[in-house]
């Protein structure tokens, strides 16, 4: 009989041939060590979690100090690929940057896509864990298996498009670029990290914890080949999806989607809300592909999606004729060329030029939705060049577009109650509609001048300075642009995810769009949005972007089955995600964060004044929550995970 070999030799064979392994670059910048983690596939930690968040947040619950100053040099910095990330998959372009949460106080994190995720993972360190904080302003070159700490003085005070294009000059046009803008090196929490000129990792105040760091940027460039089990059957299986993808709708199907905006009204007069699952899935890629997430304004707007006027207002103060202005082909008639993450064959994206006759933006970022939203209609802003600007500021000085919006709502709002003076803001008076000031204003906070030093902060500080109700944030995170009243499920990742205040945990859109409850008939409805969460973890840890997910069927496990040469079951990646969100909310229990102690504002769940969103009654808050922390076996007031279920999951040792 053949002797099986012993784990610790495989797993030895593994690494010396460097294939299927996975590896991490622990970076300490106080002292300059370099250190890194390596493991194969057959490692137990791989197979928990398929590489990715959880290698990473297990890293951090054993080794870091959670209790720390998240501005101190004892937080740590990660930036995380994921299984899937510089394969030939499709839409495998996403990255996850996570930290202790200088905003919120709790778990941070923020995703973005471009190419700058898969070409860290090309380097030979699927992700990067950055410590302590360089004397002088640096950056981090990963190359082809060497991690090296430089000075980057002459980068002070750089935006993140002249950031990029002067390390490229010094690195070469083929590596990525991850930078922080002048947001970043004044640490203001509203602040990201930047790649491709102008996609931001957003949200939880990532890029000040990196300016906290004197880290200016990252740089990565490399050739490493991706482990793949099954090559052939990877490549058959990326030719089909892409075919269909690439397929188009049918002529008849064209009219419908030209004419989508105009059907708006008639949505909200039926009290239509999952017209996304109701749509063929051939429809929703070309309306991506065509326009991107931009495509979405004006319906979300006139159906109750879209917060309009700091969530106070409905499409009665930004109707039809408004909306359609920051909509569809009045944004994108300024598209020089597609935009695509790495590997994906929907590109929603768009490079723009944008001229009037006050400025002309030679090339910049296609605003997104929540950009159009946050900085348009939630401000009843219809000017679609100045929403152009500001998006384009936001990104070259990594600025976070939906607290960007979300504040300059607030400081509007808090000068109309006369909460502050125009004196106050040195002179400057922003308005509902006239975006004239908005820039000035964000100018403050970045630089942290005047009140912008305040603002800079988010809404608690200014709060506790000018006591008000006007913003709408959860833990002083803005709320993004979908109204929970119209989706009410939302609430569950506004409040109870890791890092609240953010819709990409949880779209409930996309439980019928990804066919997925149904592949659990027999589970209550709790337990099948709570696998839903977790499986949107694993997609998440993967490296995909959550839009594969609206193609319909996307086949995630057959993909994962490809590369590892495992034979997952689709509970085996729900059951991954469910371990990679107890530990992120473990971290959060040793902060010493409950979420049941965060509360939405109250405007986000009470009547509209008018328009269609009905109030969430505080039985149906409670309902939601308790399902999902019952479903999750989370107990219903510490929300300390069950031990027998962590047992379960194998990762008891962090209760
Ligand atoms: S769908 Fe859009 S955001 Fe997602 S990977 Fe493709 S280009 Fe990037």
Avoid at 68 to 82: A, E, K, V, Y
Avoid at 237 to 259: E, M, Q, T, Y
Avoid at 541 to 565: A, K, R, Y
Wanted: net charge positive; charged share 25%.
């Amino acid at each position: 009989m053949r002797k099986r070999i012993p784990q610790h030799i495989l797993e030895l064979i593994l690494i010396m041939t460097g294939l299927n392994t996975m590896k991490i670059g622990i970076i300490d910048l106080s002292t300059g060590k370099i250190g890194f983690e390596e493991f194969s596939f057959e490692n137990i930690k791989f197979k928990n979690y398929l590489g990715g968040e959880g290698v990473v947040i297990d890293y951090l619950l054993r080794n870091m100090p959670i209790e720390c100053d998240p501005l101190s040099p004892d937080n740590h910095l990660c930036f995380i690929t994921g299984l899937l990330s510089a394969t030939k998959v499709p839409f495998s372009g996403r990255f996850t940057v996570v930290c202790k949460s200088p905003l919120t106080g709790g778990w941070g994190e923020a995703n973005s896509g471009g190419r700058f995720g898969p070409e860290l993972r090309k380097t030979g360190f699927d992700s990067l864990i950055i410590k302590g904080k360089s004397k002088q302003l640096s950056i981090i070159v990963v190359m082809d298996n060497k991690i090296e700490i430089k000075s980057a003085e002459d980068l002070k005070g750089k935006d993140c498009v002249e950031t990029e294009e002067a390390l490229k000059d010094t690195y070469g046009k083929k590596c990525q670029i991850a930078s922080i803008g002048l947001a970043g090196e004044n640490m203001v929490l509203i602040s990201g990290i930047v790649t491709d000129k102008g996609r931001i990792a957003a949200r939880s105040g990532v890029g000040a914890v990196m300016g906290s760091k004197n880290l200016k940027a990252i740089v990565a460039k490399g050739n490493k080949p991706i482990y793949v089990a099954d090559p052939s059957g990877l490549n058959e299986l990326r030719k089909l999806v892409n075919k269909r993808i690439n397929k188009g709708i049918s002529p008849l199907l064209k009219p419908g989607l030209k004419a989508s905006t105009a059907f708006a009204p008639w949505i909200r007069r039926f009290g239509i809300k999952n017209y996304g699952s109701m749509s063929p899935s051939n429809m929703i890629i070309e309306g991506y592909r065509r326009w991107g997430t931009c495509a979405g304004p004006a319906i979300a707007v006139e159906t109750g999606d879209a917060p309009i006027k700091n969530w106070k207002g409905s499409y009665l103060d930004f109707p039809l004729k408004k909306s359609t202005k920051i909509t569809g082909d009045n944004v994108t008639k300024y598209q020089i060329k597609n935009y695509g993450c790495h590997s994906c064959p929907m590109a929603c994206g768009g490079i723009m030029r944008y001229s009037n006759e006050n400025f002309t933006l030679e090339e910049t970022h296609k605003p997104e939705y929540e950009t159009l939203i946050m900085l348009g209609a939630n401000l009843l802003n219809d000017d679609l060049g100045s929403i152009y600007q500001l998006n384009d500021y936001c990104n070259r000085q990594g600025l976070d577009t939906i607290a960007s919006g979300g504040v300059l709502a607030f400081i509007i709002e808090m000068l109309e109650k006369k909460e502050i003076a125009q004196e106050q803001l040195g002179g400057l008076n922003p308005v509902w509609g006239d975006p004239t000031d908005y820039l000035a204003i964000l100018k403050l906070i970045t630089k942290r001048k005047g009140l912008g030093e305040v603002f800079a902060d988010g809404f608690i500080r200014a709060t506790e300075k000018f006591p008000t109700t006007s913003g709408v944030h959860i833990q002083n995170q803005a709320l993004p642009a979908h109204d929970p009243r119209f989706s009410n499920s939302l609430l569950l990742s506004y409040r109870l995810d890791p890092a609240p205040g953010r819709h990409t945990p949880f779209m409930e859109l996309m439980i019928d769009l990804a066919k997925f409850s149904q592949m659990f008939p027999e589970l209550p409805k709790n337990k099948r949005i709570s696998n839903f969460y977790c499986y949107h973890k694993t997609v998440s840890t993967l490296g995909l972007c959550q839009f594969s997910l609206l193609t319909g069927n996307f086949p995630v496990l057959e993909f994962v089955n490809l590369i590892t040469g495992f034979n997952l079951s689709i509970e085996d990646l729900i059951m991954i995600g469910e371990r990679i969100l107890n530990l992120k909310h473990i971290f959060n229990l040793r902060a010493g964060i409950n979420p049941l102690d965060y509360k939405l504002p109250s405007r986000a769940l009470e009547k509209a004044n008018h328009g269609p969103n009905k109030a969430i009654s505080s039985k149906v808050e409670r309902e939601l929550i308790m399902g999902f922390l019952e479903s999750l076996n989370w107990d219903t007031k510490t929300t300390k995970p069950n031990i027998d279920r962590l047992k379960a999951l194998g990762i008891e040792e962090f209760s």
